[in-house]
């Protein structure tokens, strides 16, 4: 492959990144392995492994918020990879207005898109910083969209015990102002907490309100001081539990709720305004009251403040009163209409139900994925049904949600078309049975 050299966008690390371009005149961003230290031979050969290794996990996740390598030579001297070349970073868009003009929680989502599937997969980053975050323009559906996808895997590390340490000399310049304090010595110690902790760093720069301390927890007041604690703990067993957990809060804070109303009882009312989990009696009282008040707007605010951690424990302590809740949640999520980036969070929490649900539960959770992904154009939400609905679901479940196919067939035969047209996915790839259903009904 030839390619020319355009300029230079950049380096850090042990890395290089170039501006190039190919015979056919296409650009692609070229990192190239450097060394910008002075390393005996054993440290050099061990960082280059590193690069080799960065490489070929990189290459091996196919998530829209990673970014992708297109090509690769690891036995050049020195090796090198490409990567599409990006608008700019996130660091570029926050230096000139800290809430991206309006569209943060894009970005943050974003992110815990590509954080999530890595730490699906075992897989911590270790250096997530803004300057690792890159947009992206690309022509969807409704025309010219934009989207971030993480990079720069040089210090990612498997779930393993025997991975190498690797020395912070060798991270970027900048990175220990996002880096968690428990990996600045030993980058063993890293784990989904580590990444939070970053994660919340990264959201400081944009809701943050005072200047914060690198590898120390952020204390501050204002709208979302508790969610900056809560991802930056020094002790990381009292960190959020997910980064879907985050976004979750996130969006809940972002919501700007009203107080709750009078309305809905006190057995609940109290513990939805602080995100604490519910016993069994609050619990009970919750579930009755959004299902005898359903469609109403006092059952719609109970479930809109609803958590992802809070499904979790039900669905860990009352299956029975879980499946309840599932049943409402994914009705109500049906028929309603959300704010974009509000879609994840949601979708989050019908994973749960897809996951730990009856199959009634199931299937609805899966219905409302559907509609959700597809009437707001979300394709984080529409690659989660995809992929549920793959050739690994349930064969029980596929015929129970083929059954769904079959009650609204204009509905779904547009929902899957338009599936297919914005992520760029096939039929052929769901279930076998859905396929089956979906020729049937999509004459």
């Not at 199959?359 to 899966?366: G, I, P, Q, R, T």
Request: aromatic content about 10%.
């Amino acid at each position: 492959m030839n390619l020319s050299y355009i300029r230079g966008l950049g380096s850090g690390g042990f890395g290089v990144v170039d501006l190039v371009q190919d015979d056919q005149s296409n650009q692609y961003a070229r990192k190239t392995f450097s060394v910008s230290q002075t390393l005996n031979y054993q440290v050099i050969e061990n960082v280059k492994r590193r690069f080799s290794r960065e490489v070929k996990i990189q290459s091996g996740i196919n998530n829209r918020n990673i970014v992708p390598v297109l090509y690769s030579d690891l036995n050049a001297d020195p090796p090198f990879y490409l990567m599409p070349p990006a608008i700019c970073s996130l660091q570029d868009e926050i230096s000139k207005d800290k809430f991206l003009y309006g569209n943060w929680i894009s970005a943050i989502s974003d992110i815990v898109s590509a954080l999530d599937e890595l730490h699906s997969a075992g897989i911590y980053h270790r250096d997530l910083k803004p300057q690792n975050v890159l947009k992206y323009e690309f022509i969807g559906p409704s025309g010219k969209e934009y989207h971030y996808a993480v990079s720069d895997f040089g210090l990612i590390a498997m779930n393993e015990t025997r991975v190498s340490v690797l020395t912070v000399t060798g991270m970027a310049k900048g990175t220990d102002y996002y880096t968690a304090p428990e990996i600045t010595s030993d980058l063993r110690r890293a784990s989904p907490q580590s990444d939070i902790y970053s994660l919340g760093c990264i959201l400081h720069e944009m809701v943050g309100t005072a200047p914060r301390i690198p590898c120390n927890e952020i204390r501050e007041e204002g709208l979302y001081g508790a969610i900056l604690r809560n991802c930056t703990r020094s002790d990381p067993a009292r960190r959020f539990g997910s980064v879907r957990s985050v976004l979750d809060a996130i969006m809940t804070v972002s919501a700007g709720l009203p107080p709750v109303t009078t309305a809905v009882p006190i057995e609940f009312s109290g513990k939805l305004a602080t995100g604490e989990l519910l016993d069994v009696t609050s619990w009970q009282a919750l579930v009755t009251f959004v299902e005898d008040n359903e469609g109403q707007t006092s059952a719609d605010d109970v479930l809109t403040r609803l958590q992802f951690d809070q499904i979790i424990h039900l669905y860990e302590n009352w299956k029975d009163l879980a499946d309840r809740l599932a049943i409402t949640y994914a009705q109500w999520v049906h028929r309603t209409s959300f704010n974009f980036n509000r879609c994840d969070s949601l979708a989050n929490i019908l994973e749960i139900f897809v996951n730990f649900g009856s199959f009634e539960a199931k299937s609805d959770a899966l219905m409302s994925l559907l509609e959700l992904g597809t009437s707001h154009n979300r394709w984080y939400v529409e690659e989660k049904f995809h992929r549920l609905c793959g050739f690994a679901m349930d064969n029980s479940l596929a015929k129970r949600v083929a059954i769904e196919f079959r009650a609204a067939p204009e509905k779904v035969c547009r929902s899957i078309s338009h599936l297919e047209a914005s992520i760029g996915v096939n039929r052929t790839k769901l279930h076998p049975v859905l396929q089956h259903t979906l020729a049937e009904i999509c004459r």
